[in-house]
């Protein structure tokens, strides 16, 4: 039977709560808003939104599966279905944590907290549990279910995870209270539990899989929108035009990939780290000030600033495993909402390039190009001799970003004007995108890597700066298509 321990307050609680833990009396936790049953999500979703759940559930299999960097995740069971969860996907684990704060902050940190009344602290004593389990088995095998089972799995890469020193008891039924008892401490809700803050529940930084994860589910938001936009045309007899399928390798002399597409370069840029989470104390901030006379133009811009942030980062001994925060500031006044977008974005650059093979100093400079083009941003000459291009990864994640002409020129494999059929003017230019959207038959992977150094990363995080999760390829090897918007 189930113990339940009520207090008067989340002070109380919490005291109480603590001591259990510091006894061995439970050694994993759970916040919950309400004194609700303890069910998981898909157990408390409608036959359709579990069926919609499992289709999302394939999809993201799928993505897994097409990303090389991914695919380890679709051998560990535990592991996917962790990153589902922790993703919103309705699934049949429940979240635990070893830490009693992210319990009480889950607990009374929600919108469906109301004055007085009752938010419940489920404790569990692992070792009991998993001693119910084995006793229970025979129900299992008779049912043909695998066991309840706790997962505590450091799951690669899965800050938010590792964050909240999260676990999570995995069930094969909706109502597992009506098979073992879990023991509650019950508080009245006063107000809301703040000696941790939703930056340590949620990292503001993020992996490579969060990143790549961003991408995702961005695209997944954006397929939901145009089915709701076809379902509302087909309601309103409104027609639909498709833009005509056409043939990319229909100008194309020579249909092969470039072989820099093939080479240990290319390889080595899909190489990959496991990191895990570090908390917020232990970042560094990186202090920057623009000063009137930087602003010559984008060469002397950078080379000044350049300097400035190597001299910071020699200073404070940065490696690129180091968690760092930016402080741009500048002489000209602007306003703090612009600063903060500025600062996170340099911070989204750092942790986007840092794991792959650029050098500590060529991320500085792309931050630097960044900041030039932030404050450039109004200057009509600049606008007009940019390009609007469009990429895209093998699952279909999209990002637009502008480009000068020239420099995506440069990118071209040497032998282009042999690969370009005849009848196409010389020099190629730019326009050739038009055309063909297939980056492997026109461009050298090695120039391509300069060219996102260059000028792609800086302008695809300046395009989608006010993006919560934008979408931003950090490297060639991750795009299948390039071309015009």
Request: aromatic share 16%; charged share 30%.
């Amino acid at each position: 039977m189930a113990v339940i321990y009520r207090t008067e307050s989340i002070m109380e609680a919490l005291k109480l709560a603590e001591k259990f833990k510091k006894s061995g009396k439970y050694n994993l936790f759970r916040g919950q808003a309400k004194n609700w049953e303890v069910v998981p999500t898909a157990g408390r979703i409608s036959k359709e939104k579990f069926e919609q759940s499992k289709k999302q559930l394939e999809r993201l299999l799928y993505y897994f599966s097409t990303e090389t960097v991914l695919k380890k995740y679709c051998s560990r069971i535990d592991d996917f279905f962790a990153i589902a969860q922790h993703y919103g996907i309705p699934t049949n684990y429940i979240d635990f944590t070893e830490s009693i704060e992210v319990a009480f902050y889950f607990a009374t940190n929600s919108k469906s907290n109301k004055l007085r009344e009752d938010c419940s602290i489920i404790c569990l004593n692992e070792n009991d549990f998993n001693r119910f389990v084995e006793f229970s088995k025979f129900l299992y095998e008779k049912d043909g279910v695998i066991s309840p089972y706790i997962v505590k799995e450091d799951v690669k890469n899965l800050w938010r995870l590792q964050a909240q020193k999260g676990c999570f008891l995995y069930t094969p039924y909706d109502k597992i209270e009506m098979f073992y008892d879990f023991d509650k401490i019950i508080f009245p809700f006063s107000y809301s539990f703040r000696e941790i803050g939703k930056e340590d529940i949620y990292p503001e930084r993020k992996s490579e899989l969060e990143i790549m994860l961003d991408s995702y589910f961005n695209m997944e938001r954006r397929i939901k929108g145009q089915k709701r936009m076809h379902s509302f045309a087909k309601a309103m007899n409104i027609p639909i035009n498709y833009i005509p399928e056409f043939n990319p390798f229909e100008i194309l002399e020579k249909k092969e990939v470039h072989k820099s597409w093939y080479s240990y370069t290319y390889r080595k840029w899909n190489f990959q780290l496991n990191e895990s989470w570090k908390s917020t104390l232990n970042e560094k901030t990186i202090n920057l000030f623009i000063s009137k006379n930087h602003f010559k133009n984008s060469k002397d811009f950078i080379k000044i600033n350049k300097t400035k942030l190597n001299k910071e980062f020699n200073k404070q001994n940065i490696a690129k495993n180091t968690p760092l925060t930016f402080k741009i500031n500048s002489i000209f006044k602007l306003p703090k909402k612009h600063l903060s977008i500025i600062n996170k974005n340099c911070g989204l650059i750092w942790d986007g390039t840092r794991n792959l093979p650029y050098k500590k100093e060529e991320i500085i400079k792309i931050i630097c190009t960044y900041l030039w083009i932030e404050i450039k941003n109004g200057e009509k000459e600049i606008k007009d001799i940019l390009i609007t291009l469009e990429m895209s990864n093998k699952y279909g994640s999209i990002t637009r970003f502008n480009a000068e002409p020239n420099n995506l020129v440069k990118a071209f494999r040497d032998d282009i004007d042999e690969v370009v059929d005849k009848i196409r003017p010389r020099p190629i230019r730019s326009e050739l995108l038009m055309f063909i959207n297939k980056p492997r038959y026109i461009f050298d992977f090695k120039k391509m890597i300069e060219f996102f150094k260059e000028e792609a990363i800086a302008q695809q995080v300046f395009y989608n700066r006010r993006n919560k999760n934008p979408v931003i390829f950090y490297t060639p090897a991750q795009i299948k298509i390039l071309g015009y918007a």
